[in-house]
């Protein structure tokens, strides 16, 4: 993969470089693991949704609740 630059302010730099020596990365792979965490928080959030759309149709969530025991109560929301 071919190396690029982003300018940021140094500020930012500073807490980015820090971020990543406390977990024992470089900054490059430090922002490599930053970007697949966000993307995989942003295709949960989307799954997330889907689920609470499906759930919200009428008879699925009590087919849910009969065939796999149900949500623990606190996490049933208003779609």
Same mark, same amino acid.
């Given at each position: 993969?071919?190396?690029?630059? %982003? $300018? @940021?302010?140094?500020?930012?730099?500073?807490?980015? $470089? =820090?971020? !990543?020596?406390?977990? &024992? +990365?470089?900054?490059?792979?430090?922002? !490599?693991?930053? =970007?697949? $965490?966000?993307?995989?928080? $942003?295709? +949960?959030?989307?799954?997330?949704? *889907?689920?609470?759309? *499906? @759930? =919200?149709? /009428?008879? %699925? !969530?009590? !087919?849910?609740?009969?065939?796999?025991? &149900? +949500? /623990?109560?606190?996490?049933?929301? =208003? *779609?």
């Amino acid at each position: 993969m071919e190396d690029t630059s %982003v $300018k @940021i302010d140094t500020a930012t730099r500073d807490r980015f $470089k =820090a971020l !990543a020596a406390e977990r &024992g +990365l470089t900054m490059r792979d430090y922002l !490599a693991e930053l =970007a697949e $965490k966000e993307e995989h928080a $942003k295709l +949960l959030d989307s799954a997330t949704a *889907a689920f609470r759309r *499906a @759930i =919200a149709e /009428p008879g %699925v !969530a009590e !087919a849910f609740d009969r065939d796999f025991g &149900g +949500l /623990p109560q606190n996490t049933r929301r =208003a *779609a």
